[in-house]
Nanobody, 125 residues
Framework: QVQLVESGGGAVQPGASLRLACATSGRTFGIHAVGWFRQAPGKEREFVAVITWNDGQQYYSDSVKGRFGISTNSGRNTVYLDMYNLKPEDTAVYLC??????????????????WGQGTQVTVSS
């Protein structure tokens, strides 16, 4: 099994930056991808960004492309989501998910077998 814990959320003003962290533990050798998703009240969980474990490829949703960056630390046990120029529409609970599959559509919620509890990001004046 895999355990995921998110951190780094907070309340900021528009234009600010935040770094979210997803700490992984357990049987992480089986992970092929770690993705970031977000969910606002009354809305479905939506894809934000993903990094693949085999080759480090990164993919982003159109709404965050150019503003967010996904990366991992040297020990490959933590995945970061660097967010800059935050907008009110970025307000949501941000969750990280781990997938043990390979070569699938990483935008789909259903391929992620493990999830953290999420960290709140609030962007307002």
């Amino acid at each position: 099994q895999v355990q995921l814990v998110e951190s780094g959320g907070g309340a900021v003003q528009p234009g600010a930056s935040l770094r979210l962290a997803c700490a992984t533990s357990g049987r992480t050798f089986g992970i092929h991808a770690v993705g970031w998703f977000r969910q606002a009240p009354g809305k479905e969980r939506e894809f934000v960004a993903v990094i693949t474990w085999n080759d480090g490829q990164q993919y982003y949703s159109d709404s965050v492309k150019g503003r967010f960056g996904i990366s991992t630390n040297s020990g490959r046990n933590t995945v970061y989501l660097d967010m800059y120029n935050l907008k009110p529409e970025d307000t949501a609970v941000y969750l990280c998910g781990a997938s043990t599959t390979y070569g699938l559509d990483y935008e789909l919620v259903g391929i992620y077998e493990y999830w953290g509890q999420g960290t709140q990001v609030t962007v307002s004046s």
